[in-house]
């Protein structure tokens, strides 16, 4: 059974950092497809970034050109560089994997994945 696990939330002020950090155990990252989503109260899940097997991220608008992913292998761990944190990005944050049989498969709806963390909280104060 794959396990997602979540860390390195916390509160910063506008215009802050954080790193998010998703350990993984029972799988090899190079059968899947890896995705960090996030949802706050009210709203719907947003996928904000995916990294396919082919190790080329798509990120959704909201985040371009202020957060990056990154995996490390061997550490089986997948990260979230978040910076110039705004109010808006407060949220719980989750990681996601799915089994992917090509490379450049990848997709930022939460119905197409299989694997979830429990989620690591993010609050953003102006």
């Known amino acids: 059974q794959l396990q997602l696990v979540e860390s390195g939330g916390g509160s910063v002020q506008t215009g802050g950092s954080l790193r998010l950090s998703c350990a993984a155990s029972?799988?090899?990252?190079?059968?899947?497809?890896m995705a960090w989503f996030r949802q706050s109260p009210g709203k719907e899940r947003e996928g904000i970034v995916t990294?396919?097997?082919?190790?080329?991220?798509i990120y959704a608008d909201s985040v371009k050109g202020r957060f990056t992913i990154s995996k490390d292998n061997a550490k089986n761990t997948l990260y979230l560089q978040m910076n110039s944190l705004v109010p808006d990005d407060t949220a719980m944050y989750y990681c996601?994997?799915?089994?992917?049989?090509?490379?450049?498969?990848?997709?930022?709806?939460?119905?197409?994945?299989?694997?979830w963390g429990q989620g690591t909280q993010v609050t953003v104060s102006s």
């Open positions: 029972g799988y090899d990252y190079s059968s899947y497809c």
């Open positions: 996601a994997a799915v089994r992917a049989s090509v490379g450049w498969w990848s997709s930022l709806r939460p119905v197409d994945y299989a694997y």
């Open positions: 990294i396919p097997r082919n190790d080329i991220p």
